[in-house]
């Protein structure tokens, strides 16, 4: 496959079509799913779709669950650059965890990552509702799981992006998701609940804390590791006093 040659269409087409099955269906879903809301415009069904399939707090209050999961592959039409990087994470991280996992264990993940960005968009939208009261399209919780994934399992591998000095792959989960929060609270990015969202269910899913028993395991280590540092403190200053 590294030795293939031909023009960029070429290798494009060729790209694809090594994605594992399932995550070619997702791009095409999406990509398929923006055209058609862009052609409709201020239509019927377009308005439909913002309203029983869009992800909206106050509306999965009052009983519209079902929206956590459908809007994970719809897009506002005003929204170009969330669907192209949807669609970019779906291509390489989507890849290249679909052909480490199942399928349909890529799929669970995918989706999971997807419905907890919303979950979490709720619980903090009860905390505060006049900020978070907007409707959200698309899957930026279930990118970010995956990015999680990424930084979890390749983050101390080296990556290069557009040509850069190679540099550990966790930095730039680190500055893409230091980016997303500053578009945020600049009030350019109403996506970025969904995506801490996607990043905790990501890293519940890799490290398996979901568990009881891993979890418990976990936060004795934290709680243990906490005491030693007061206890390493204390000392300290002891001896200074001393």
């Not at 930095?171 to 990015?189: C, I, R, S, V």
């Amino acid at each position: 496959m590294g030795g293939y040659r031909g023009s960029l269409w070429d290798r494009f087409r060729f790209s694809f079509r090594q994605l594992p099955r399932v995550v070619r269906i997702l791009i095409w879903t999406q990509g398929i799913l923006y055209l058609a809301l862009l052609m409709l415009g201020d239509s019927a069904e377009t308005r439909f779709v913002h309203t029983w399939l869009a992800y909206k707090p106050s509306d999965a209050l009052s009983g519209r669950v079902w929206t956590l999961l459908t809007s994970v592959p719809f897009h506002f039409a005003n929204e170009p650059m969330s669907v192209l990087f949807d669609i970019a994470i779906l291509w390489t991280l989507g890849g290249m965890f679909a052909h480490r996992w199942s399928q349909t264990h890529f799929l669970f993940f995918y989706l999971a990552g997807g419905v907890g960005g919303g979950v979490l968009h709720f619980l903090l939208y009860l905390l505060f509702p006049e900020q978070l009261s907007f409707a959200v399209l698309g899957a930026s919780g279930a990118s970010f799981a995956l990015f999680a994934a990424f930084w979890l399992i390749f983050g101390e591998s080296a990556v290069s992006v557009f040509g850069s000095s190679p540099f550990k792959g966790k930095y730039l989960f680190f500055a893409l998701f230091g980016l997303e929060a500053l578009f945020f609270f600049t009030g350019t990015n109403t996506h970025f609940p969904a995506e801490v969202g996607g990043v905790v269910i990501g890293w519940f899913l890799v490290t398996g804390r979901w568990r009881p028993a891993k979890a418990a395991a976990y936060f004795s280590s934290l709680t243990l590791g906490w005491k030693r540092h007061r206890q390493e403190q204390l000392k300290r200053r002891f001896r200074v006093l001393h």
